[in-house]
């Protein structure tokens, strides 16, 4: 059973810094990356950062320079590191495999900067 439980996430001014982590498990051993979604609101989810197996990582171009997404050796856990955070930055933000298991989103964590 797949189980994604995100944390870390809070209120920060602009310019801050915050660093989430997901405590992933039952991860198929097929999924070859994992990744941070966020969804602000009245907003579609979105893909802010993808880590692969090798460790190959991608990010969006509106958090790239600012956001590092690290995971350990098993996928137990997948950390987004925040800095340099903007108002536009608030959201729900959720970890899951890319493409994402759809069935097992987790409740995801709140992340609000204010300016």
């Known amino acids: 059973q797949v189980q994604l439980v995100e944390s870390g996430g809070g209120l920060v001014q602009a310019g801050g810094s915050l660093r989430l982590s997901c405590a992933a498990s039952?991860?198929?051993?097929?999924?070859?990356?994992m990744g941070w979604y966020r969804q602000a609101p009245g907003k579609q989810r979105e893909l802010v950062a993808g880590?692969?197996?090798?460790?190959?990582?991608n990010y969006a171009d509106s958090v790239k320079g600012r956001f590092t997404i690290s995971r350990d050796g098993a996928w137990s856990t997948v950390y987004l590191q925040m800095n340099s955070l903007k108002p536009e930055d608030t959201a729900v933000y959720y970890c899951?495999?890319?493409?994402?298991?759809?069935?097992?989103w987790g409740q995801g964590t709140q992340v609000t900067v204010s300016s």
């Open positions: 899951n495999a890319v493409p994402p298991l759809v069935t097992y």
């Open positions: 039952g991860i198929p051993f097929s999924i070859n990356t």
């Open positions: 880590v692969s197996r090798g460790g190959t990582t």
